[in-house]
């Protein structure tokens, strides 16, 4: 694993487009889909940034710097650079293209629970908002530093609170501080034999306590579930006091509070610690490609799989587009060969279908897989063999450096999710591709949409979008903003689909939330707030 510099903000790693390349086959294809031409646009340097300076009250600094030590309230401009904004296409342009970017007053990193209540409750006294700030990996504005009606804020790094505090093997149950970064909770708790299973493509740099507050999911939610299925408890500081809920693996004890705080971005409290459920570390595994003919038949075959619980560990349907951009960036006579290959086996529209089964031993791997080929047998499915399955499990963490690398290049390059039931995802995929590609054809360039689902249910799926298109020079954020809003209004017009399914509110989802849970679910969420915040310094701006 790749050390990454917890402060970079202009791209997914400190070297920007350095650890991925736009291969010329590949700048190749976009040119003749999109009319993209490439052009050199590197990040500007961070000294083109302007950061106002610190309006944080000296009364409040010295309270902070009395809880954690001088050395952790951190004012020099490159800590407050450092925790400016989130990871979205949005974000990264903004820290690409030089001007005013929205820098915290301070950055404080206190070292355990107790100092993240101290902190809280100072900041609450002073009237100072507080973003809680994990990875930085939001792309929905949650680590926006805004203020709300507070004259200053500061950013509360969980960076500090990076240790596995205990491990029950009997029940299988782990403590872990909320700052863990998810590569160092599976080492962690691989010392103890166990696994997570929570592999977000996010997973380099992303944390528990940032999983827990936006109900993530990962890559092998089919088998593991979503991070919410594997919380078992949540410690968590307020301006009211400590709160802890979860004692237990159910309980009939009234609503389930524990779900009121996952998912709740920061703006009902900051989480300390999260008790997670965890798994034997798998004895082996084996990942699959398989490629079915268009769209319905490969929504259909992986419906099939869902419902009748044959899915694999990871189970993901790319769209025809998106098997047409994957089969293109990797480019060479290979991709040739198995196209060539496709069609003599009749496939005219390519659907790659990865699954990636996990077995506690060898027989339970052979049993699984049994099961989804004998589901897959009822569709036309051609095998892939392990080779595309050991490919996409190769490539599972690079689509954020090959962002970097497009964006270095000049293209647009975003991505957007949803979820809804089965009888409404062809609408909804329809739906949401329309509204992309209507407002980014212009000026002669066409945008590639393309869509996979990797999050299946019973009763429906998650839906993800991947756009490409050459970036509009004279108003880059304009260009996607413009799009972003078509494709939000087009999910959650007569409820279509949701708002998110994994990335969460933060600032960008706000306006649509209304729509998804009414107006009474708005005034409940506004009363919690109250009863947990009285003095609104939250994460001012998110959620609600
Ligand atoms: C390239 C890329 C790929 C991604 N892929 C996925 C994916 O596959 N699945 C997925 O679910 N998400 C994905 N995301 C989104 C993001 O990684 C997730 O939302 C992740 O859960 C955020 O974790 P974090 O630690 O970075 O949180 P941050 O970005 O730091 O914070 C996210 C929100 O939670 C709040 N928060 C953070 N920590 C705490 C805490 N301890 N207590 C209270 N509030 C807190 C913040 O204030 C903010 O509102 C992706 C993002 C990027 C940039």
Known sequence: MDHLDHLVRGSWTPSGGGDAELPEHAAKWLAARTGFVARDTPAAPDSALAVADSALPDSARAALTAVVGDEHVLLDREARLGRTGGLSYLDLLRHRGGGEVTAPDAVVVPADPAQVQRVIEVCAAHGVGVVPFGGGTSVVGGVQ???GDKTS???LDLMRLDKLVSVDPVSRLAVLQAGVVAPEAERLLAEH???LGHFPQSFERATIGGFAATRSSGQASAGYGRFEDMVEGVRLATPRGEWQVGVSPA????PDLKQLIVGSEGAFGVITEVTVRVRPIPASDRYEGFVLDGWSAGADAVRALAQNGTRGTVTRLSDPTETEVGFALKGGWKMNAVRAYLRARGITDPCLLIIGWEGRTKADLTAARKATLRTLSKHKTVSLGQAAGAAWRH???AGPRQRDALMDAGVCVETLET??????LDALRDTVREALTTTLTAGGHQPVVACHISHTYETGASLYFTTLVPRDLTDPVGQWAKAKQAACEAISTDSL??????HATGVDHAPYLPREIGALGVDVL?????????????NPGKLI
């Open 251 to 254: 309980s009939a004890a009234g």
């Open 145 to 147: 530093a805004l203020r």
């Open 153 to 155: 804020v500061v950013v």
């Open 395 to 397: 490539g599972r963490f």
């Open 497 to 502: 689909g949701t708002i998110s399914h994994h």
């Open 526 to 538: 506004g009363a919690v707030k109250r009863e947990l915040d009285p003095e609104g310094v939250l």
């Open 193 to 195: 034999g166990f696994t």
């Open 419 to 424: 979820a809804t039931y089965w009888s409404k």
